[in-house]
């Protein structure tokens, strides 16, 4: 997949996911660098950090500029931020105000994107995945894009093969396939489980179930719509935001909206929920052979860079960033994007 602009069709989209603050690595990223910078902006292990390695995995497939970025706006008091996401396409880093969670994280950029692409697939990446195999994971992606094509109504999450029962990640049960193939190899979720404990993680296992990696593919209009079916009234605001984008309101329009909303969680206040109607929304497309981390604690990312010494290049300390500033108009990150 050298040629991204050759391979994917021009409704087809990227979004990573780089609002959160890594609460859970704060204190060993300090301990690394004396700073408090999020860890999607870290250099934890090869040449680039944990958001560049996304870019350029994704970037395979998708081109830059329909690769879109959320950011909070904290996170552009740090110039080693600043510089990593200078080097984005020209419109395509979408600054939120502040962290309320995977949901709305989600809703916003998708909210900019329908605007500019009704029609959008668009494939969803966290920016705090390890993952080696890249060419093998970036084909499965492929994979989940082509069976939206076949059938637009599905919302296809990838599904990681478990190496242990892990008691830290979610977990998504497939139905039994009663003798149906899908062409593509994606089957239907029957239901969620998070965080198991240890006994229950090893039935799960043992069952079949894999590991939510949160990496999706989804119509942008579809997901729109079923979130709206469970969330009419937060629905309507987005639909009233998607009206000003690109009009004096827009940015106070964003700021009322995320001062007027709780957190909310993409997996367990949306997905769960439209998996609990029963309408077959949900796919899970079976990640097979990929060494896939979620490095959402020291112990992990810790385990994970022993496992693989003898195979790749490890940072054994991060660079320290720069000392923080204030944003200036000549940074070159811009905060309003799409519209």
Known sequence: ?????????????????????????????????????????????????????????????????????????????????????????????????????????????????????????????????????????IEHVNLAAQALRHDRTKIVLLGIEPQSAETEYGYIVPTESNGHIDLCGCRRAAHFVEKPAIAEARLLVAAGALWNTMIMVFRVDNLLSEFAALYPDIAGRFRSLSKAIGTPAEKSMIEEIYRSLEPMNFSKDILEKIAARGTGAIAVLPVLQVTWSDWGSPQRLLAMKKSLAPRVTVAPVAARPQPSRPVSRSDAVRARQLG
């Not at 931020?81 to 950029?109: M, Y």
Request: proline share 6%.
């Open 1 to 137: 997949m050298s040629d991204p602009t050759q391979r994917s069709d021009a409704n087809f989209w990227g979004l990573v996911l780089a609002g959160g603050e890594g609460k859970r690595l704060e204190n060993y990223v300090r301990q690394l660098c004396g700073e408090r910078l999020p860890k999607q902006y870290m250099n934890f292990i090869g040449t680039r950090s944990m958001i560049e390695h996304t870019f350029a995995r994704v970037e395979r497939l998708i081109p830059r500029d329909r690769l879109l970025t959320i950011v909070g706006k904290n996170h552009l008091i740090w110039s080693d931020v600043r510089r990593q996401l200078a080097q984005r396409a020209p419109g395509t880093v979408i600054v939120q105000p502040e962290n309320k969670d995977t949901g709305v994280g989600l809703l916003l950029p998708l909210t900019f994107l329908q605007r500019r692409c009704p029609n959008a697939i668009v494939a969803v990446f966290p920016s705090d995945h390890f993952i080696l195999e890249e060419q093998r994971f």
